[in-house]
């Protein structure tokens, strides 16, 4: 619980590097979110008003590994495997209705797929695949067409800029545009810029938010996040966390290291051992927070620090665990609510906030099902 201020600043240096595509005329003076990174178990209310249960339905034909992205669309919950390659879909109440398309060769099938996204406009999904494809289909899971990418090296993520474009995000090297902006109809590109070490945009592999019909954009160890538009891109705001952050002069001792393989290993080092404080992995923003996870370590999913930035009047609430010791995994961040992966080892600790039913539930779940989630509604 801290008492924060918003104010008004220019940002010089690493902006002025990173906007020098942007046209038409950018504006750097952006809201600077000030934050004390000094952690402290949050009590649940401070955030939330109540929490609810989702228990993921297990069955033969939907058997999940590993929980990377969840998007809710009219009453529907889709969730990518990240490690089998999958998309599925539940209903609100996690009741399994389908898997969309499958690893094959065939029609509508796929090698790998590394993201996904719902086309709200076109009432669509979309299946982004490395290798330079989108599969699309219909929200009863029909495949409808699958098209060809402009030439990249590879594709990790993607998003729904307005109801003409897409925007890829790929990790290429400093002297390629990382962002391409794509016709939907078409797949030709419109626009291409970000360019940046790919070493230091590997940290964050979902780099994209939607909020208020805007699409945002950040990665993984710089501090600006920037709001994206079919022919430029341009700072929306940034976080400070002083001494404890993360400032250009770190950044720049790894852009200095000219052999990749090396730049890579010395930053893997320096995060493994805490030189490098984290790796901001999840930002976020609905009417009431900014939000940002900031995950320590590597490998190490659960050693994270949440910071939900209230807009109103720069109060920031800061932890790793909320009181009790309970752990919030984001997976999902919504105006009404967030959602968050249930770990096996930690039930009890949730006996306080579930009702008998779902708390019954919970304990009735073994290491074979699929994963709980937790829908905590913000205040």
């Known amino acids: 619980m801290f008492n924060m201020k918003i104010r008004k600043t220019f940002l010089f240096g690493l902006l002025a590097g990173m906007l020098w595509a942007c046209t038409p005329e950018v504006q750097n003076d952006i809201q600077l979110l000030s934050v004390d990174l000094n952690p402290s178990e949050v009590p649940f209310g401070e955030l939330f008003s109540k929490m609810e249960l989702i228990p993921l339905e297990t069955t033969d034909s939907c058997l999940l590994m590993r929980v990377d992205k969840i998007v809710a669309f009219e009453n529907r919950l889709y969730v990518f495997d990240g490690q089998r390659p999958a998309l599925y879909e539940f209903d609100e109440e996690g009741r399994f209705v389908r898997q969309i398309s499958r690893k094959g060769n065939g029609p509508g099938e796929y090698q790998l797929v590394y993201d996904f996204m719902i086309d709200r406009d076109r009432r669509s999904i979309y299946l982004l695949s ?31 800029l307005d109801t003409e474009n897409l925007v890829l995000w790929s990790c290429v090297r400093e002297d390629e545009d990382g962002l391409s902006v794509v016709r939907k109809d078409s797949l030709n590109m419109v626009r291409g810029f970000w360019r940046n070490d790919r070493i230091l945009d590997m940290g964050c592999l979902q780099p994209f938010y939607e909020y ?27 976080w400070d966390f002083g001494k404890e952050g993360i ?16 730049r890579n290993k010395l930053l893997i080092g320096d995060l493994s051992e805490g030189i490098l404080p984290f790796c901001m992995r999840f930002h976020r923003e609905n009417s009431t927070y900014y939000y940002v996870n900031l995950q320590k370590g590597l490998g190490t999913a659960d050693r994270s620090i949440h910071v939900f930035y209230r807009k109103a009047d720069g109060h920031a609430s800061v932890f790793e665990t909320m009181a009790g010791g309970l752990r919030l995994r984001p997976l999902l961040f919504t105006d009404g609510y967030f ?28 290491e074979e099902d699929n994963p709980c989630l937790l829908k905590c509604y913000f205040k």
């Open 247 to 262: 400032s250009e002069q770190m950044l720049q001792k790894y852009r200095s290291i000219e052999n990749e393989s090396q």
């Open 212 to 238: 208020a019909g805007k699409v945002y954009f950040a990665s993984g160890y710089q501090n600006v996040v920037y709001e994206l538009g079919r022919e430029c891109m341009k700072p929306a705001y940034s």
């Open 130 to 160: 490395p290798y330079g494809f989108v599969g699309r289909y219909g929200l009863d899971g029909s495949f409808i067409r699958q098209d060809r990418l402009p030439t990249k090296p590879n594709y990790y993520a993607v998003s729904s």
């Open 339 to 366: 959602l968050s992966l249930v770990d096996f080892t930690e039930h009890e600790l949730l006996r306080p906030y579930l009702s008998e039913r779902e708390f019954t539930e919970l304990s009735s779940r073994t």
